[in-house]
């Protein structure tokens, strides 16, 4: 039998390499050219006003957090409430910017639980971070009425989020900053790349300085200048080389070009797996919220003895992952371990099934043959 993986990712390969082929024959493979063309067609795909294409959406995380504290005038040491079910990357930007993670629990989405967020509000939070888990919503417009409510800032980790839409509407807009990824097995994969949408102009205006080094002018732009001076530029602060280059840009393009075709077949997956795997009590599935249409970069279930039913499935060739481990665990954040119950559930709990653009309905029903299989002999 052939193996079963996780992810395996998809490429248009002629479409793409015409798109890389141009710019090679350009002679222009770094920012400017294609990250442009790219950061438009994003904001017409999302409807969202603002786009900056960057290297990772870990980078576009940071510059979230960085650029808001700067705003704001936040002091190290002040509070950003997050979820402890996450990528360690996820957290690690507040730590980078001397913040402090105050971990909220979970829902059965998988997401923040709008309940517990409220428990932990202080006079030191300064805004919230919500992880879109495997594209799911959630109850990401309470978390926003929240944040209003308390007048707090809401930073909106889509990794997992590239075509989700809430309620017809892709998300983004409901927040002050949502950053997507574009890495090699995401939904809309690249090599690795991401994007970070502002609601605010002026913050896309400051971003594109802080992922170039603080210079107030990038290459790509003087390039085009016209003047004797087209050379001169400033640096205005220590900034960092985050911003995106015109090859990830040119694959990202054809990406999202079937991006919406591709969610919709990992819909179809899912909706495979929900059918065989109906009615089996020691498998639960993670559920997609209300509202939401989402991209699916996750089919999520929860089983007893998760790593001895990873172990079983692998020995029949299938590869499931598991997303993620509570960050709790982890040195940097053990100050909170135990204080997210159902995280902690979860994290000792959930399977992520096989979900790729090259599954076929016997790769899910051998999958799922397999896995009610494995759960019912425990």
């Known amino acids: 039998m052939d193996p079963i993986n996780l992810f395996i990712p998809t490429f248009r390969v002629e479409e793409t390499l015409t798109q890389i082929r141009e710019c090679l024959e350009k002679g222009w493979t770094g920012l400017g050219f294609k990250t442009v063309e790219f950061e438009e067609a994003w904001k017409e795909y999302t409807g969202l006003p603002n786009a900056h294409f960057l290297n990772s959406a870990t980078a576009g995380l940071h510059l979230a957090i960085r650029l808001l504290k700067e705003e704001g005038k936040w002091q190290e040491g002040d509070e950003i409430i997050t ?181 919709a077949f990992r819909r179809q997956i899912a909706a495979w797996y929900d059918e065989r795997l109906q009615g ?35 020995d029949a060739k299938i590869y499931p992952g598991v997303h993620y481990r509570d960050n709790t665990l982890y040195r940097m954040y053990s100050y909170a371990n135990g204080s997210c119950p159902h995280s902690m559930e979860a994290s000792e709990r959930v399977i992520s099934l096989p979900m790729h653009l090259r599954l076929t309905y016997h790769d899910v029903q051998r999958v799922c043959d397999a896995l009610i299989e494995i759960v019912n002999r425990k």
């Open 83 to 263: 979820t402890p079910l996450t990528f360690a990357s996820t957290n690690h930007a507040i730590l980078y910017e001397k913040l402090h993670p105050v971990f909220a629990d979970i829902d059965e989405y998988l997401c923040l639980d709008p309940n517990s967020v409220k428990e932990r509000i202080s006079s030191r939070t300064r805004a919230m971070m919500f992880v879109g888990m495997g594209g799911n919503t959630g109850r990401l417009d309470e978390i926003a009425g929240i944040c209003r409510q308390h007048k707090l800032k809401l930073i909106l980790d889509a990794s997992h989020m590239s075509g989700t839409r809430l309620r017809g509407a892709h998300v983004g807009g409901e927040t002050d900053v949502s950053v997507f990824s574009f890495q090699a097995v995401k939904n809309l994969p690249t090599a690795d790349s991401g994007m970070i949408c502002f609601s605010d102009v002026a913050l896309d205006n400051e971003v594109r300085k802080w992922t170039w080094l603080g210079i107030d002018k990038d290459t790509f732009s003087r390039t085009l200048a016209k003047g004797t001076y087209k050379w001169y530029y400033e640096v205005v602060h220590e900034g960092f080389k985050y911003h995106g280059n015109s090859v990830m840009a040119a694959i990202g393009l054809v990406s999202l070009k079937y991006l919406d075709q591709d969610n």
């Open 280 to 314: 089996e009590s020691r498998i639960q599935r993670v559920p997609v919220a209300p509202g939401c249409l989402c991209s699916r970069h996750l089919y999520q279930i929860l089983v007893e003895n998760r790593d001895e039913v990873m172990l079983a499935l692998n």
